[in-house]
């Protein structure tokens, strides 16, 4: 189970810090993601992180501003936010993914207003 955290409203420029808890199994070995749904769009990635070597890769439109961590011993997966723009507005999903299992979180809710 995951379950996510420190969605919210926030003005242009301000920064906000996601936090995923997760339960039921071992982080591990789970490659992590952050994803965002807008109104009316499609879910897009936003940050991942693999396994082995921590290589993070991010959208073009984050790039810079967001930042994806994890800490294994507490079994958390964190999203720093600096910078936020109105088009970062979505419900934001954490997600960990090994093989076969994939598993998400419920969502929180960010608003940047303009």
């Known amino acids: 189970q995951l379950v996510e955290s420190g969605g919210g409203l926030v003005q242009t420029g301000g920064s906000l810090r996601l936090a995923c808890v997760v339960s039921?199994?071992?982080?591990?070995?789970?490659?992590i993601g952050w994803f965002r749904q807008a109104p009316g769009k499609e879910r897009e990635g936003v940050a991942c992180?693999?396994?082995?070597?921590?290589?993070?890769f991010y959208d073009d439109s984050v790039k810079g501003r967001f930042t994806i961590s994890r800490d294994n011993a507490k079994n958390m997966v964190y999203l720093q936010m600096d910078n936020l723009e109105p088009d970062d507005t979505g419900v934001y999903y954490c997600?960990?993914?090994?093989?076969?299992?994939?598993?998400w979180g419920q969502g929180t809710q960010v608003t940047v207003s303009s």
């Open positions: 997600a960990a993914h090994r093989g076969p299992n994939n598993y």
């Open positions: 039921g199994f071992t982080l591990d070995d789970y490659a």
């Open positions: 992180m693999s396994t082995t070597d921590g290589n993070t």
